[in-house]
């Protein structure tokens, strides 16, 4: 069964619809370039009214470790979703910050890689192996591809070319769980399971009646067709 997350949650009545029509997770954006992003206090007051089963994510990019462990006790988090930067030619775990934050086992943590990486392309692509390879080191066991880009790193609400990274997909989930994001919908997110098979999906804009405001209708949508689709993935 499909893994679903529903991210850029900001308000109390929408996450609860979110559990209500299915979701295993909901994201809160902590990023200060999203018109999604939402303060640790707030999200505080929205988790406390969240069953213990759903999956509390924090999205991070371009933070420190101190900032995003207060946020994250601060907050009542269970995960960190950390963004990669397809700009950086030396970028690894050991100098990704936010991996010290998580690797006390105390929360997940999802790394999420340009979905470029999964096609070939970029000064890091073959990079990406290191990232899949089984260690046991290795402080995670979920990787997101986005089709997000240095200046906007998610909710663009364009998916990538699925058909052309389903190869790569198909090796990575060898190791890793794999979970899809960008520019998925109710209308496309069958098309999406049923190409990639991945483990997991997650999306924003594509549920929303505007930016940080959830759609009732379009989320059960969502999730009715996602739950449909990957029966048997």
């Known amino acids: 069964m499909t893994w679903i997350k529903i991210c850029g949650i900001t308000n109390v009545e ?8 299915g979701a295993d997770a909901l994201g809160f954006v902590f ?16 988790v406390a009214e969240l069953p213990s089963h759903v999956e509390k994510v924090g999205v991070f990019v371009h933070r420190g470790a101190d900032q995003a462990t207060r946020i994250a006790e601060e907050s009542g988090l269970t995960a960190l979703q950390v963004h990669l930067q397809a700009s950086d030619p ?15 086992r105390r929360r997940k943590l999802f790394l999420v890689l340009p979905a470029t990486w999964a096609m070939g392309e970029g000064p890091v692509a073959l990079n990406l192996s290191s990232f899949v390879e089984r260690r046991p080191e290795r402080p995670f066991d979920t990787i997101f591809l986005d089709s997000g880009t240095p200046e906007q790193p998610g909710g663009t609400g364009k998916p990538f070319e699925w058909a052309r990274a389903a190869p790569v997909v198909e090796e990575m989930r060898k190791s890793v ?9 109710p209308a496309n997110v069958a098309e999406a399971i049923r ?6 999906v997650d999306v924003a804009s594509g549920v ?15 999730v009715a067709a996602a739950r449909s689709a990957g029966k048997g993935t």
């Open 195 to 200: 190409i990639l098979k991945p483990w997991g």
């Open 14 to 21: 929408d996450a609860l619809m979110a559990v209500e029509a």
């Open 31 to 46: 990023y200060e370039k999203s018109p999604r992003k939402i303060d640790p206090g707030t999200v505080r007051q929205i």
């Open 208 to 222: 929303e009646a505007s930016p940080g405001k959830k759609d009732s209708e379009k989320v059960r949508a969502f």
């Open 90 to 104: 030396e970028i690894s775990l050991a100098n990704t910050p936010l991996v010290a934050v998580a690797s006390s």
């Open 177 to 185: 769980n794999v979970v899809i994001a960008g520019g998925l919908t």
